[in-house]
């Protein structure tokens, strides 16, 4: 399924209806360019959308180039035009093909297409065999406490975000829609994986069930 197609949106929609269906969507991305280190010269972005995310981490590396993979060529074609020359972008998805070799991968509300634990546990092995030493994983996504209580308050708080602009109804029926597709692993078992896929990680941003986490390389 192609992200509008996903999202029940039209493509040139997607820069502004992301931020109405995201809160805080600005500030994680800041957050997570920030966390790329400044001498990185290959950055991989998997799942790169329209290349938000990627386009703040050239500038903060200001030297590197990106790898921008997705399985959708409309919305890769968004990302090239926004990311010029220092980008290569590949029409394929980063589930079931190789990753190429680079110091830092970055993943903005993709990896939540990995429909099982045991497959997102061997998309992290993947990922820590092509980065180099010290390599660096960040990740962008809703990663929802493990605990119901503080679940169901964050899922209140994403629904009262999206009724800003939306009707109750269909702020309900937009995460309905996507949870028939987006798996939202809680934040620890998340980081458990990482773990045992051979990184050290960082909570560096968290807000409701949204997070920022840093994974580098042992």
Same mark, same amino acid.
């Given at each position: 399924m192609s992200v509008a197609a996903h999202l029940g949106i039209r493509l040139s929609e997607y820069d502004a209806r992301i931020r109405t269906f995201i809160p805080d969507y600005e500030e994680m991305l800041d957050v997570a360019? /920030?966390?790329v280190p400044p001498q990185a010269r290959v950055i991989v972005d998997l799942g790169v959308g329209t290349g938000a995310l990627a386009a703040r981490c050239l500038k903060s590396a200001r030297n590197a180039r990106v790898i921008a993979l997705d399985v959708d060529p409309d =919305?890769?074609?968004?990302?090239?035009?926004r990311l010029g020359d220092r980008a290569t972008t =590949?029409? #394929?998805s &980063?589930?079931?093909? /190789?990753l190429p070799r680079c110091d830092v991968m970055v993943a903005s &509300?993709?990896?939540?297409h990995v429909r099982t634990r045991s497959a997102k546990a061997g998309l992290y092995r993947r990922i820590h065999d092509?980065?180099?030493?010290?390599? #660096?994983l960040v990740i962008v996504d809703c990663e929802p406490s493990g605990d119901a209580v503080q679940r169901r308050a964050q899922r209140e708080a994403w629904l009262a975000h999206l009724r800003r602009t939306y009707s109750g109804a269909r702020a309900r029926g937009l995460l309905r829609a996507w949870s028939r597709e987006d798996i939202y692993v809680p934040l620890g078992a998340e980081?458990?994986?990482l773990d045992r896929s051979g990184f050290g990680t960082e909570v560096?941003?968290? #807000?409701g069930g949204f997070a920022v986490i840093s994974a580098e390389r042992r």
């Open positions: 360019a /920030a966390v =919305i890769l074609a968004l990302a090239s035009r =590949i029409t #394929r &980063f589930l079931r093909s /190789a &509300f993709a990896l939540h092509a980065l180099g030493v010290r390599g #660096r980081l458990a994986l560096v941003w968290r #807000r």
